[in-house]
């Protein structure tokens, strides 16, 4: 993803993410799944976890954009 700032405005740009792709770079055999729910509304109960021992690091400058976006979504 290239997320730019230009003074108050952002930029989001998200090329093509082939989700084949994006599923060979896990680690099938050191990841476990559950079935659960989400604790935050609405609260939806069919939900199918997958943790991974892999952790994947990302810049604290991108997580502050995350945030700001999700706190847009509100």
Known sequence: ???EVMGDKMDLKVDVINYGALM???DFSNRWTYRGS???PPC???VH???LSTVFPISEKH???FKGQLDKAK
């Open 63 to 65: 997580l502050k954009l």
């Open 38 to 40: 989400v604790t935050t």
């Open 1 to 3: 993803m290239k997320w």
């Open 44 to 46: 939806a109960e069919i």
């Open 49 to 51: 976890w997958n943790v």
């Open 24 to 26: 060979n770079m896990a």
